[in-house]
């Protein structure tokens, strides 16, 4: 697993030099966007320090003096869960990509690998195009990108957006993580795929969902301890 710390300390519960208390902050792929707020949000409370670990979804379990950050309804009920905001689920493609908008129909057509070129999808639903794709595009294969299994925004995409059809992940590559997936979208032209709401940039455009329950598409932002938080955990998740 990926390990920083916000700042560096030593192991243990509190460093008897600095009085730092020392938290550990456990976080899937799917949730590495949120690095740079964690060390925002650190610096804003006074005697605490963060050592962060990226972890797999099975990893993730409550621990004494430590944190474990989800997104979606915990698997295990044990531990105090404390919700620290909302993310939702977003499609996108790169901004070469004419596709604007898909529907229900559309998007189980076309992650399912039904869909075999972009000239066939514009044929099945002109108007989710903002123009016809070029000669090269048409001939193209959607770059579909996909996650693991295992994690919470794919078991949400596959839920909701997909409503239960197989996506064609086989064929397909599966991206590690979000911002990972932030980069193959920026860097293929034919490429989509989706990402929480908060990591969309200039690098890429969001496709607008027609015919979807909008809210489904949202789930919680957690944190979650073996022990209810107290003092400057609770000040940090606050």
Excluded at 15 to 23: A, E, F, Y
Excluded at 62 to 83: A, C, H, K, M, N
């Amino acid at each position: 697993p990926e390990t920083s710390a916000i700042p560096v300390e030593q192991g243990g519960r509190q460093t008897p030099d600095s009085g730092l208390r020392v938290v550990q902050v456990d976080y899937t792929a799917v949730l590495d966007w949120l690095t740079p707020i964690i060390a925002s949000c650190a610096n804003e409370v006074s005697g605490i320090s963060l050592v962060t670990s990226q972890v797999t979804a099975s990893q993730l379990e409550p621990r004494e003096d430590g944190i474990f950050l989800l997104w979606g309804d915990p698997t295990d009920s044990s531990g105090s869960v404390y919700q620290v905001g909302t993310e939702k689920l977003v499609i996108v493609v790169n901004p070469k990509n004419p596709l604007i908008s898909i529907t229900p129909e559309v998007s189980r057509l076309l992650f399912s690998g039904l869909v075999k070129t972009y000239g066939d999808l514009y044929a099945e639903c002109p108007d989710c195009f903002s123009a016809a794709p070029g000669n090269e595009l048409a001939s193209e294969k959607p770059g579909l990108g996909f996650y693991p299994g295992e994690d919470a925004i794919q078991q949400l995409f596959e839920k909701v957006v997909m409503g239960g059809t197989p996506v064609a992940v086989s064929s397909n590559p599966v991206i590690p993580s979000t911002l990972a997936m932030r980069q193959y979208i920026a860097e293929t032209p034919g490429s989509i795929g989706f990402l929480p709401s908060r990591t969309v940039d200039e690098t890429m455009r969001q496709v607008a969902l027609e015919g979807f329950e909008l809210a489904s598409l949202s789930m919680p932002l957690l944190a979650v301890t073996a022990d209810a938080p107290q003092g400057q955990d609770l000040l940090w998740l606050g």
